[in-house]
């Protein structure tokens, strides 16, 4: 447990589980989800990663599926799934329904943080960017497990797309308020950042600006006005984004970099 709080809030909790399984409370004054998931791989030494949300929760059988599928492919370094709300719809994202390898390309309709799960010795040898994802005080709100795959992949790790495989978590959206308006901005703006990042050809980052537009068009055709202005809010984040500076060599040197060894200190 990465604890980023200041005061002894998250004790209760380790308490109340400590008895249940091994629970190493680890107190960090970085911030940031990235910052945390950092800190937590330094001292990860599990055959299995995997980041949930603190708001998403795992179907009984998940886990066992996860495991079934890498003893099956011991080629395979990581899996992802499919986010759903409790009616099996997907959630947050338009996830694509058919499975597959991940791709640069397919990668944005493929993943999730929520539902990434990887071999921890493939998992140990990166780590998330800090200026992009929640809490990172950048502009760059999202895009930080994008990024995190792009990683393994530049490195030729081979990673699956089951849908089946569901975590459930919340739709996050409507109501169309100003904190959905605002988180559509910072997502987008995480998106558009890493495709810069990562040096995207010019197809994929126009392709990723038509999308967001036609729905702005399709909504206020419709006079579906509060959803016309939310997805202006993505494509106006993601053009941000897009148009960010970024030192490209330098980004390429960073993602090829592997990671300091994992600590291996015992629970």
Same mark, same amino acid.
């Given at each position: 447990?990465?604890?980023?709080?200041?005061?002894?809030?998250?004790?209760?909790?380790? %308490?109340?589980?400590?008895?249940?399984?091994?629970?190493?409370?680890? =107190?960090?004054? *970085? &911030?940031?989800?990235?910052?945390?998931?950092? /800190?937590?791989?330094?001292?990860?030494?599990? %055959?299995?990663?995997?980041?949930?949300?603190?708001?998403?929760?795992? !179907? !009984?059988?998940?886990?066992?599926?996860?495991?079934?599928?890498?003893?099956?492919?011991?080629? &395979?370094?990581?899996?992802?799934?499919?986010?759903?709300?409790?009616?099996?719809?997907?959630?947050?994202?338009?996830?694509?329904? /058919?499975?597959? !390898?991940?791709?640069?390309?397919?990668?944005?309709?493929?993943?999730?943080?929520?539902?990434?799960?990887?071999?921890?010795?493939?998992?140990?040898?990166? =780590?998330?960017?800090?200026?992009?994802?929640?809490?990172?005080?950048?502009?760059?709100?999202?895009?930080?497990?994008?990024? @995190?795959? $792009?990683?393994? $992949? #530049? /490195?030729?790790?081979? $990673? @699956?797309?089951?849908?089946?495989?569901?975590?459930?978590?919340?739709?996050?959206?409507?109501?169309?308020?100003?904190?959905?308006?605002?988180?559509?901005? /910072?997502?987008?703006?995480?998106?558009?950042?890493? $495709?810069?990042?990562?040096?995207?050809?010019? =197809?994929?980052?126009?392709?990723?600006?038509?999308?967001?537009?036609?729905?702005?068009?399709?909504?206020?055709? #419709?006079?579906?006005?509060?959803?016309?202005?939310?997805?202006?809010?993505?494509?106006?984040? *993601?053009?941000?984004?897009?148009? #960010?500076?970024?030192?490209?060599?330098?980004?390429?040197?960073?993602?090829?970099?592997?990671?300091?060894?994992?600590?291996?200190?015992?629970?």
């Amino acid at each position: 447990m990465v604890d980023q709080n200041a005061d002894d809030r998250l004790a209760p909790v380790v %308490d109340a589980y400590g008895d249940l399984y091994p629970i190493r409370h680890l =107190r960090t004054k *970085r &911030v940031g989800a990235s910052a945390a998931r950092n /800190e937590g791989l330094r001292y990860s030494c599990s %055959d299995v990663v995997a980041f949930p949300d603190d708001d998403c929760r795992y !179907p !009984p059988d998940l886990l066992q599926k996860v495991a079934r599928f890498f003893d099956g492919h011991p080629e &395979v370094d990581g899996l992802t799934g499919r986010l759903v709300d409790v009616q099996g719809r997907s959630s947050i994202l338009d996830f694509d329904l /058919e499975p597959g !390898p991940l791709d640069a390309m397919n990668i944005w309709t493929r993943s999730i943080e929520a539902t990434m799960f990887l071999r921890g010795k493939s998992a140990r040898r990166f =780590r998330f960017d800090e200026t992009l994802g929640r809490g990172s005080g950048t502009a760059w709100e999202s895009g930080e497990g994008s990024d @995190y795959l $792009l990683q393994l $992949l #530049s /490195e030729g790790a081979s $990673l @699956y797309y089951d849908p089946s495989l569901g975590v459930i978590h919340p739709q996050p959206v409507p109501p169309y308020d100003a904190k959905a308006m605002r988180r559509a901005y /910072e997502y987008g703006c995480g998106r558009g950042r890493v $495709l810069s990042k990562h040096g995207y050809p010019l =197809r994929a980052r126009v392709g990723t600006l038509v999308e967001p537009l036609k729905r702005v068009m399709v909504c206020a055709a #419709s006079l579906r006005l509060a959803q016309a202005y939310y997805h202006w809010n993505v494509l106006r984040g *993601r053009s941000r984004g897009l148009l #960010s500076k970024v030192d490209v060599p330098q980004a390429r040197a960073a993602r090829a970099k592997k990671a300091p060894p994992a600590s291996r200190e015992s629970p």
